[in-house]
């Protein structure tokens, strides 16, 4: 692997350590820097590796929530709360594994793009604003203060949220952390399930996208894809524990303003010709 690609995949790598679990869209802004990095003739290539590195950034996660996870495995069999927990997980993955297994291909095919993925994060920064807006204006509205006080249908709430993720540029903690605040959780267990529910979808995603392009895979390509993912783990590891500190204390505000205007950045370098989008 020559340097420039070693370098590509390092910037690919850090940016989605950097924007997994940030409500800004990790998909929109890997589309974002393909087009801007030029992997011309390697696009099917680039799709595996982009969902394959996002192991590398729910790795961070798993790291940061091991207790958690330890003790969800060791209780499975006798405790009541931690299965009442894992089975609130596989409620809350359903939606989007159904609607990914039979819309994926087609979203894909045409809003894997520039303009779209622009589009979703101005009109998700809008729904973050309304949502910031509206909870500021109801603070007692808050009824579920951790994951532990869930009930399936809030899962289910949660996991239909997060199908919405399926749209590039729409950001999977943004839509789960954003719909748990409507649905009356606490901005922290919001976040916390968000991480966690991440967990097995980010795994399940990359490993099913493994096997399905394993013959476009080469022995060569290891060195790609292990910068890669080991890049997203370590960005990915210092942001998880910056947005937990950071969601106790503010809003998400800051990050609704960054979409819209990071979405019209790219809408008017586009329509100005000073970046040319692909299609």
């Known amino acids: 692997m020559d340097?420039?690609?070693?370098?590509?995949?390092l910037i690919m790598g850090l940016v989605e350590g950097?924007?997994?679990f940030l409500p800004i869209s990790s998909t929109g802004h890997l589309i974002l820097t393909e087009h801007l990095l030029g992997f011309q003739g390697m696009e099917e290539k680039i799709n595996v590796f982009e969902i394959v590195i996002q192991a590398g950034a729910i790795f961070a996660v798993c790291w940061e929530y091991r207790a958690r996870i330890a003790k969800v495995t060791t209780g499975l069999t006798s405790?009541?709360?931690q299965q009442r927990f894992a089975l609130n997980i596989a409620i809350a993955f359903m939606p989007l594994a159904i609607l990914g297994l039979t819309l994926g291909n087609l979203l894909k095919e045409y809003l894997f793009k520039p303009?779209?993925?622009?589009l979703a994060l101005i009109v998700g920064g809008v729904i973050i604003l309304i949502v910031e807006r509206h909870v500021a204006a109801n603070p007692v509205s808050v009824r579920i203060h951790s994951v532990d006080d869930m009930t399936p249908l809030d899962a289910l709430k949660m996991g239909i949220a997060q199908a919405f993720a399926l749209i590039p540029g729409t950001s999977r903690s943004g839509s789960t952390i954003i719909g748990g605040m409507m649905f009356g959780f606490s901005r922290q267990a919001a976040t916390e399930f968000s991480f966690l529910l991440g967990i097995p979808t980010l795994l399940i995603a990359s490993a099913y996208s493994l096997l399905k392009a394993r013959d476009l895979l080469a022995l060569s390509d290891l060195p790609m894809f292990t910068i890669g993912t080991v890049s997203a783990f370590i960005s990915a590891f210092f942001c998880v524990r910056?947005?937990?500190?950071?969601?106790?204390?503010?809003t998400f505000t800051i990050f609704a303003w960054y979409r819209i205007a990071?979405?019209?950045?790219v809408l008017i370098t586009g329509y100005t010709g000073v970046i040319v989008w692909k299609d």
Do not use: C, M, Q
């Not at 340097?3 to 995949?9: D, G, Y």
């Open 3 to 9: 340097i420039i690609l070693a370098l590509k995949a």
């Open 18 to 20: 950097f924007t997994e």
């Open 79 to 81: 405790d009541r709360r």
């Open 115 to 118: 303009v779209p993925v622009a």
């Open 242 to 250: 910056w947005l937990l500190r950071y969601v106790a204390t503010h």
């Open 262 to 265: 990071f979405g019209l950045l």
